[in-house]
């Protein structure tokens, strides 16, 4: 009798192992040769109906042969996929990926073996591959086809109109008709091409990747997504259909399921000749273990179906491949059969690590133009293109294969240029080159393929922009590509078209890699300039210090461009903000805006005097800064009464958001135009910030100089009056960024009413493991100082987070709870009405969570009471992790609720909130704040891994992120690289870096080296970098950031 059972300790039964490690070999240890010998051709079926003959060794195991077909298509996902064939008894078995080929398929001449899904996971979005992705679509189109995919009439109708969409492109009600004549989906479908058409007609713009992933999203709620039937008999001799899925074994009556045991209530699988036999796991209120008995058609039915069983719980419930069982000396009892390959932890983690490389595939089927043809047409911006051209246009590049413009990418990094146009303009005027000699330049080669971590922002700029494309559907979801965020908003240009990674037409256009920024070689090679004129700055501090004066400044005054130039402009244009909020917001920038324009040239024109450009220096009046710092100090107190309104303002605007529509959707719009960096409401909040950057500037400046040198009393006058302007606003200043906080995490929440509420601070938000039934699962916490949220990621085009519970703080314990489940770094959180067990990432983020949760619990003690209920739709999760088991945790009930904050909201994928899901880490209000003071801009030289030359660039540093541009003139970043979990270090020798003032940047196999030009200025980009590189502790706040709520 075969059997499989599960170790009955607390960590086995919620998915987490002894030892939880990602390769299926152990170390040192190298996989099987594969066998020598005579060869035999085997005839596989490919799931878009075409047939490969692939040619394996006689006594090779099955894996040989699925690995040669994953390889043929370039296929990283493999693990989800099987072939299937008829044995010889004409039943349908999956081939044994341990056992050799010839002892399964007796005769493969007349043999064709079917390529076809295996696992169907629980989320679509779990599929990281747009590859993986559009053969699943394949597998629903097929099993649509045979009847397997039973679903209502509209359901069918709208997943045909994917696929058509898909295959043919944008609606036209001809050609959708002639199509469907020709091609057959369904059994009856000519009673649903009304429907079909009609449902077209909604996915005008939508590419064939977007397409797969809505189809896939509509598939995976039907009852039979990925359910292949067994017959059987009950006890009672009821004909009934056994399946089995992720969540476990499913039981049918016809198509109708009327009863599932979750793996968490299986103890034990066996078989016994025709009975197929389920142990469950004692009920909780009883002291008995029931075995469920069902009979099958034979011994060799009942043995597969136990066979898929065994995969199916160890692929989706184990960490790592089962170790396989040591042979028996002399008697042997049960099967041998175990699962080979890896689990979907592993597969994730593989591809999320970026352990694969992007490929071009072609769709059979899609008759859709391809990127080749968008190179011809004209670039006039009225020009008529094909619709896909307005869409986020993709290219993928194989291994060993070369991207267009000849470079070689030695890593399949994910890659967003800039538009063409804007490439072209940044180039200057000069010969237009043929991509192939755009190649040409030191160090070019490997430009392109670092730059997976960098956010390009390539939008039509428009005074009014259109709402935006939804993103692809290859982008959403994905743990891996999701890093780059990209903004899917198409121009109506082909030139404006943005390349990113998944989608594959077959290209050879002008590449996109001669972007100054995505291509070191664009950018001026300065390096014996650079090094020749350092040599002839100042060599005093104090000259560095003022000079980080003009670079911030120059960058403040962007920021004050952005309320009193962009915002202004397009507020004019609309009829959606009220005078009264107009006659509060704009004046008073303005006065802020003039004064620091003057500011400004007055710093550019000591700086330029202290560098000895006119005779000047020589009687050295000129090498101080204080004098400026003071007289501009002192004028900056004429326009306190602006300042004061600024907190106002920023309530005013959020007031008027919630309560028009109109202004809403011009303020949401407005956040997606180039210009807008950042939410706008931090714009609002620059001048204040920027009265704490003086002061620490003027502090460095005290602490430099002696006391008997001729700058440091005006220094120290100066300190004396923005530490006086500081100190009366800063209550003002920690209750608006508490405030523009909890409302910029308002717009990534789905399912929350009143999050801002007088009283309620934000504190930490961040990645948790929760221990549920189905094991360990990503969820994103979010610590206030009266409630814990724990939410998923949404599947919307806006990439919100869907709250899925809340533990009131008032009566909270917490405790390590590790042995106890068997889980690393693992506390159980037990509120009033239900506890849940989360698992850190590591130690150090334990303990952060630790401290802060102890401390809202303290501050919750001391409040009135318990906080009030405020989620919009979902109730509370009150089930223990056992319980949980069969809660679906799957998010199938994410668009289930919508509220107001989802109406057309733009693609959220760059936020603070996604960067901490996606590298597993967490951030405090305490380090937002450091963040806010560790302001800093200026020039740095730029160098990727596998590059020669340096690039210079002008780069900003706020928000935890790095912002690159051409240089300080340009209104908009061409790219950011969020910082969060990156390490900053000093390059080794071993690395070859021989300059000066060099740091290194390194996020798993993304590395990166900046130059400074002086000693201060590379300690300074180490100090501010740091601080977003390592959280701070609480215990290390500054002291002005007390407790204070709003």
């Known amino acids: 009798m075969g059997e499989?059972?599960?170790?009955?300790?607390?960590?086995?039964?919620?998915?987490?192992?002894?030892?939880?490690?990602?390769?299926?070999?152990?170390?040192?240890?190298?996989?099987?040769?594969?066998?020598?010998?005579?060869?035999?051709?085997?005839k596989i079926q490919m799931l878009d109906d075409t047939q490969e003959a692939f040619e394996v060794p006689q006594r090779a195991p099955g894996k040989v042969l699925l690995d040669a077909v994953c390889n043929h298509l370039n296929l990283v996902e493999g693990d989800y996929f099987g072939l299937e064939f008829?044995?010889?008894?004409?039943?349908?078995?999956?081939?044994?990926?341990?056992?050799?080929?010839?002892?399964?398929?007796r005769r493969p001449k007349h043999v064709v073996v079917k390529f076809v899904v295996k696992f169907f996971p629980p989320d679509h979005t779990q599929l990281q591959e747009e590859l993986t992705r559009y053969l699943f679509a394949l597998q629903v189109k097929q099993d649509l086809a045979q009847g397997r995919l039973a679903c209502n009439d509209n359901s069918a109708a709208l997943l045909i109109s994917h696929i058509v969409q898909s295959e043919i492109g944008d609606f036209d009600e001809a050609s959708d008709r002639e199509h469907l004549a020709k091609n057959k989906y369904i059994p009856q479908q000519d009673a649903l091409e009304d429907k079909i058409v009609e449902f077209h007609h909604n996915h005008i713009g939508q590419t064939p990747a977007e397409s797969d992933f809505q189809l896939l999203e509509i598939a995976r709620k039907l009852e039979m997504y990925g359910v292949r039937l067994h017959p059987a008999k009950d006890r009672e001799g009821t004909k009934i259909n056994l399946a089995v899925a992720n969540t476990g074994i499913l039981v049918f009556q016809g198509f109708t399921k009327i009863n599932a045991f979750n793996w968490a209530k299986v103890r034990k699988l066996s078989f016994k000749r025709k009975r197929f036999l389920i142990k469950l796991r004692p009920d909780v209120n009883s002291s008995y273990q029931d075995t469920l008995e069902f009979l099958m058609a034979s011994r060799d039915f009942c043995k597969s179906f136990w066979k898929i069983c065994v995969e199916h719980h160890a692929f989706f419930r184990l960490f790592e491949e089962p170790k396989p069982k040591p042979k028996p000396v002399l008697f042997s009892r049960g099967s041998s059969f175990r699962f080979s390959g890896r689990t979907q932890k592993q597969v994730l983690d593989y591809v999320k690590e970026g352990g694969h490389k992007k490929v071009q595939?072609?769709?059979?089927?899609s008759k859709i133009h391809s990127i080749r043809s968008l190179a011809t047409q004209p670039s006039e911006p009225n020009s008529e293109v094909p619709k896909q051209a307005q869409q986020s246009v993709s290219l993928t590049l194989g291994e060993g294969s070369e991207p267009p413009g000849g470079q070689s990418c030695p890593q399949g990094g994910d890659l967003t240029a800039a538009s063409a146009e804007d490439a072209e303009r940044q180039r200057g005027p000069g010969p237009s080159r043929s991509p192939a000699g755009s190649a040409k330049g030191d160090g070019a080669s490997g430009a392109a393929a670092e730059e997976d971590e960098e956010l390009v922002k390539d939008r039509p700029q428009q005074s009014r922009p259109r709402p935006p494309q939804p993103s692809t559907g290859s982008l959403t979801g994905s743990p891996h590509l999701s890093e780059l965020s990209i903004n899917s908003q198409g121009g109506t240009a082909p030139t404006n078209a943005i390349l990113s990674p998944n989608l594959s037409p077959d290209t050879k256009q002008a590449s996109p890699l001669v972007s100054p920024l995505l291509n070191d070689q664009a950018g001026p090679r300065a390096e014996d300039e650079d090094d020749g004129r350092r040599k002839r700055f100042p060599t005093d501090k104090a000259y560095f210090i003022a000079k980080e004066v003009s670079t911030t400044e120059r960058t403040y005054l962007k920021d004050l461009e952005v309320i009193t130039s962009w915002?202004?402009?397009?507020?004019?244009?609309?009829?959606?903000?009220?005078?009264?909020?107009?006659?509060?917001?704009?004046?008073?920038?303005?006065?802020?805006?003039?004064?620091?324009?003057?500011?400004?040239?007055?710093?550019?024109?000591?700086?330029?005097?202290?560098?000895?450009?006119?005779?000047?220096?020589?009687?050295?009046?000129y090498q101080r800064i204080g004098d400026v710092m003071l007289k501009n100090i002192?004028?900056?107190?004429?326009?306190?009464?602006?300042?004061?309104?600024?907190?106002?303002?920023?309530?005013?605007?959020?007031?008027?958001?919630?309560?028009?529509?109109?202004?809403?959707?011009?303020?949401?719009?407005?956040?997606?135009?180039?210009?807008c960096y950042l939410p706008l409401n931090t714009f609002l909040l620059r001048p204040l910030h920027r009265l704490m950057h003086y002061k620490q500037v003027l502090e460095r400046l005290c602490k430099h100089y002696p006391p008997s040198h001729s700058d440091f009393r005006d220094c120290r006058a100066a300190l004396a009056e923005i530490t006086e302007m500081v100190a009366q606003l800063h209550g003002t200043m920690i209750k608006m960024e508490n405030f523009q906080k909890l409302h910029e995490l308002k717009k990534d929440l789905i399912g929350i009413d009143n999050l801002v509420i007088p009283g309620r601070e934000f504190i930490r938000l961040g990645s948790l493991s929760k221990l549920s039934g189905k094991g360990l699962q990503q969820r994103m916490f979010f610590l206030f100082n009266d409630v814990l949220l724990y939410t998923s990621r949404g599947l919307t085009a806006s990439n919100q987070f869907k709250v899925h519970g809340q533990l009131p703080l008032y009566g909270m314990t917490m405790e390590e709870s590790e042995e106890e489940w068997g889980v690393p770094h693992c506390l159980t959180l037990r509120g009033q009405r239900q506890s849940i067990v989360v698992a850190a990432s590591s130690r150090p983020e334990m303990d952060k969570w630790v401290e802060d949760i102890q401390m809202a619990i303290d501050l919750a003690e001391k409040s009135s009471g318990p906080a009030?209920?405020?989620?919009?739709?979902?109730?509370?999760?009150?089930?223990?992790?056992e319980e949980a088991a069969g809660d679906q945790e799957s998010e199938d009930d994410l668009s289930a609720s919508r509220t107001s904050l989802e109406r057309q909201a733009p693609h959220r994928g760059n936020t603070m909130v996604h960067v901490c899901w996606h590298r597993n880490t967490s951030v405090s209000m305490v380090d937002f704040?450091?963040?806010?003071?560790?302001?800093?801009?200026?020039?740095?030289?730029?160098?990727?891994?596998?590059?020669?030359g340096w690039q210079k660039l002008w780069v900003v540093f706020t928000n935890f992120c790095l912002f690159f541009y051409k240089s300080h003139q340009d209104n908009h970043p061409l790219a950011s690289l969020p910082l969060l979990g990156y390490s900053l270090t000093i390059p080794s020798e071993s690395e070859d870096i021989h300059k000066d003032y060099v740091f290194k940047l390194h996020f798993k196999s993304h590395v990166y080296y900046f130059r400074a030009e002086s000693e201060y200025t590379f300690e300074r980009w180490m100090e501010v970098i740091r601080s977003?590189?390592?959280?701070?502790?609480?215990?290390?706040?500054?002291?002005?950031?007390e407790s204070h709520v709003y």
């Not at 529509?661 to 956040?671: A, G, I, K, P, V």
């Open 4 to 42: 499989i059972e599960q170790r009955p300790t607390p960590g086995s039964r919620l998915g987490a192992p002894e030892n939880s490690g990602i390769s299926t070999l152990e170390h040192g240890q190298k996989p099987p040769p594969t066998p020598s010998g005579k060869l035999m051709s085997i």
């Open 86 to 105: 008829p044995d010889h008894k004409k039943i349908t078995v999956w081939l044994d990926l341990l056992k050799p080929i010839v002892k399964q398929i």
């Open 361 to 365: 595939f072609e769709r059979k089927h």
């Open 567 to 621: 915002f202004q402009s397009t507020v004019s244009k609309e009829d959606s903000m009220p005078e009264t909020l107009k006659s509060l917001i704009f004046p008073n920038f303005e006065p802020l805006h003039k004064f620091h324009t003057n500011f400004l040239k007055e710093i550019e024109q000591r700086l330029a005097l202290w560098e000895g450009r006119s005779n000047a220096h020589i009687r050295g009046d």
């Open 634 to 675: 002192q004028g900056m107190k004429q326009l306190a009464a602006h300042l004061w309104k600024h907190s106002e303002a920023l309530e005013a605007l959020e007031t008027g958001i919630r309560g028009s529509r109109r202004l809403e959707s011009l303020c949401r719009d407005f956040e997606l135009q180039k210009v």
């Open 868 to 881: 009030p209920e405020f989620l919009a739709s979902s109730p509370p999760d009150n089930k223990s992790p």
């Open 929 to 948: 704040s450091v963040a806010v003071e560790n302001q800093l801009s200026g020039n740095l030289l730029r160098k990727f891994k596998n590059s020669n």
């Open 1028 to 1041: 977003a590189t390592s959280s701070a502790s609480r215990a290390h706040a500054p002291s002005h950031k």
